[in-house]
């Protein structure tokens, strides 16, 4: 028997080796780019958060089965951030009176939730969260809609892979009372009804549905209005309509073409109040949704009298990379290393580490070895870690005040003067691409 502790992460958490670092960083600094130009600012916040936090606002499901809990020394209850959006809301109340609003925010925490492990799922993820807060317009919908379609390209996804399905809960709550007749205290069980309508096969729905108290009527009533799409709006009271952003969107053509109105869209956090929306991977493999958020007036009321709306999304990492993956998206790894100094004897080193730095002045990524190897085998560690060139100091060549320069992809050598090196190898950087 082992004395030793496993060596596997906790179940459904991950490491990240460089290579796969590398990906995680292109993909993720590619969304911040793209974030970035529409005008938002990064911000963090404790991964710690009182539990009350989400027992007052979160899903019921992470609230009652997974929230990570613990009690400090103080006696007070905490859990592991499971979202950033209540904490986000609490920034916000806190420095209500120093903002501008409206606020453009955005964040890139580790979030954790007690989960099942599986195919989308994990323990702990990263998630991007986009968030505007101070604007009741409707132009808080479109602008984020034409953030999302700007992302995905950003992330070299076409129009084609993946749909932005959008829905408003003021519309589904007039649908289920004035178009389906449903009572309005179970107006709360029939939305998580439909949020389960295609997960479900109908015999399932059906039963589910039979006991909240939907009778049969109302059951087939409400399978036709959720197959009706956008005519379903002609149903719904134009005083519902009225509070409704969404249709506000829809009748702006140009908005209206970025997204699918989709009365199943329902999410089941408790702070959305109006649009709510999810982004749909359309490959036969991977027929799921990515990422989802909406609108939330009251979220800030928690913690202070100041009315301040918001509206955001949260884009998880585990989802992302699943589709990225799918449709053959994800970059490859880059390489550690741009340039390998290799110095040919012991009192060599310094001279070496002297061209190592003036190299890295230049902007090159630059190494030296830490143990005195045969030159063949330096040479095949420098190609095996993704170096366009090595620099070789020999002792010939230091005394002549040189050190000889060898393209990894040519083999093309030379000598060159030691205060040359840096600028030799960035222009040979550009040359290759790197």
Known sequence: MSNFLPTAPYRGTRDFLPAEMSVRTQVFH???????????????????????????????????????????????????RPEMTPSVARIIAGNAGSLQFPVRWYSHPNCHRYERPQRGRVREHWQVNVDVFGSDSAAAEIEFFELIHDMMAGLGATPDMWVLRVNDRVLLDSMLTDVVGVPAEQVRAVSGLVDRWEKYGA???????????????????????LAAGTAVLDEIPDEAKAQSRLVEVLRDSAASELITYDPLIVRGFDYYTSTVFEVFD???????????????ENLVGLYSAQRIPGFGFGMGDVTLFDFLDTHGLTPEPRSDVDVVVIPLAEELFGVARRVARSTRAAGVRATTPLDLRKLGKEIQRAVKSGAFAVVIVGPDEVNDGQVIVRDLATGDQRNLEIDRVGPAVAEMRDTHGK
Do not use: C, W
């Open 30 to 80: 590619a969304l911040y780019e793209v974030i970035e130009r529409y005008g938002y600012g990064r911000y963090d916040g404790p991964i710690l958060e009182p539990v009350e936090m989400y027992e007052a606002k979160s899903s019921r499901e992470i609230v009652e089965q997974q929230l990570y809990t613990m009690t400090d020394r103080g006696g007070r209850r905490l859990a592991l």
């Open 203 to 225: 015999d399932k729905l059906a039963e589910d549905a039979a006991e909240i108290g939907v009778s049969d009527k109302q059951f087939a009533r409400l399978g036709e209005v």
């Open 282 to 296: 359309q490959h036969p493999d991977n027929r799921r949704s990515l990422f989802g958020g909406g609108r939330y």
